[in-house]
């Protein structure tokens, strides 16, 4: 499959250049609230990066849990990493898997949650993740989704300081290595705020 190919292609860049500082996020306690009648969830959560040990607080409110966490991620971290501007939810998805059940009734089965993920080009991204709690399942197959797009605008930022250097040492080789990476992350989502912000800093 395309989307798989290009995704698992992407992933292995990303960990290639980031190393042992890829950015893994993680949740353990998530609070919902569910207004019935207006039909609007608001979630609260602790998300935790386990690398460098700093913690975030999410607050998001939307049309049902995935809404509100991916708003929620987003307005914490689209300052730090405006690449997140450029993505959006493109569906969302719940399958039973009744094969795993433990009680006879099956309520117990796991539930396997598919998030679609589309960038600034419409090319369209997927996370899984499958727990016995859908609400888990959803909060970290959406968690999924952010911190790939955080590792690429960071790994594209490595690569967007080395190119500079290399084209400063006159290393044509390097230039042309780092040049192909770029163009293999920018299939993520577009940079062009990210370089913006670059070049004010550089100025």
Request: glycine letters at 6%.
């Amino acid at each position: 499959m395309e989307t798989t190919k290009r995704q698992d292609e992407i992933v292995a860049l990303m960990r290639t250049v980031l190393g042992d500082t890829y950015t893994h996020l993680l949740v353990r306690r998530v609070v919902t609230e569910d207004d019935i009648d207006s039909g609007e969830t608001s979630v609260t959560c602790e998300v935790t990066d386990e690398i460098s040990g700093d913690k975030s607080v999410i607050a998001g409110k939307g049309v049902g849990i995935v809404d509100a966490f991916f708003k929620g991620m987003i307005s914490r971290f689209a300052e730090d990493y405006p690449s997140l501007k450029t993505i959006r939810f493109h569906s969302f998805d719940v399958c039973a898997q009744l094969d795993t059940k433990q009680a006879h009734a099956g309520t117990d089965s796991e539930g396997e949650v598919t998030l679609e993920v589309a960038n600034s080009e419409d090319k369209v991204f997927v996370f899984k993740h499958a727990s016995r709690s859908v609400t888990a399942a959803a909060i970290v197959a959406t968690l999924h989704a952010l911190e790939h797009f955080i590792n690429g605008e960071r790994a594209f930022v490595s690569l967007h300081h080395a190119l500079k250097d290399a084209k400063a040492r006159n290393r044509s080789d390097l230039v042309q290595e780092f040049t192909m990476k770029m163009a293999t992350l920018v299939k993520n989502t577009s940079y062009s705020e990210v370089i913006d912000r670059i070049n004010q800093d550089i100025g």
